[in-house]
């Protein structure tokens, strides 16, 4: 099992940045690709961008692609997404998860509680 804790959500203007953090606790950290996920109301969730195990390869959604950043730090468990020039549409709750390194939802069996991201215009 893996526990997944996000935190740094919040209120922020468009424009603004915010930097989400994802705290990881029981197997091996490492042994994991990290992905990040978000759904709006009334939406499905969606893929926001992911990491390899080792940091070394990301990959982003077209609609997050230049903004949005992801990072860990195997040594503290931790995987981070920045998330800078950000807009309206990207008002959602923000999950990170744990599993393969892939855009899909079903991929990754380890699943954090979400923190609400509002930015308002």
């Known amino acids: 099992q893996v526990q997944l804790v996000e935190s740094g959500g919040g209120l922020v203007q468009a424009g603004g940045s915010l930097r989400l953090s994802c705290a990881a606790s029981?197997?091996?950290?490492?042994?994991?690709?990290m992905g990040w996920f978000r759904q709006a109301p009334g939406k499905e969730r969606e893929f926001v961008g992911r990491?390899?195990?080792?940091?070394?390869?990301?990959y982003y959604a077209d609609s997050v692609k230049g903004r949005f950043t992801i990072s860990r730090d195997n040594a503290k468990n931790t995987v981070y997404l920045q998330m800078t020039s950000l807009k309206p549409e990207d008002t959602a709750v923000y999950y990170c998860?744990?599993?393969?390194?892939?855009?899909?939802?079903?991929?990754?069996?380890?699943w954090g509680q979400g923190t609400q991201v509002t930015v308002s215009s």
């Open positions: 029981g197997r091996t950290f490492s042994n994991y690709a």
């Open positions: 998860a744990a599993g393969s390194y892939s855009p899909l939802p079903r991929d990754y069996p380890y």
């Open positions: 990491i390899r195990r080792s940091g070394g390869t990301t």
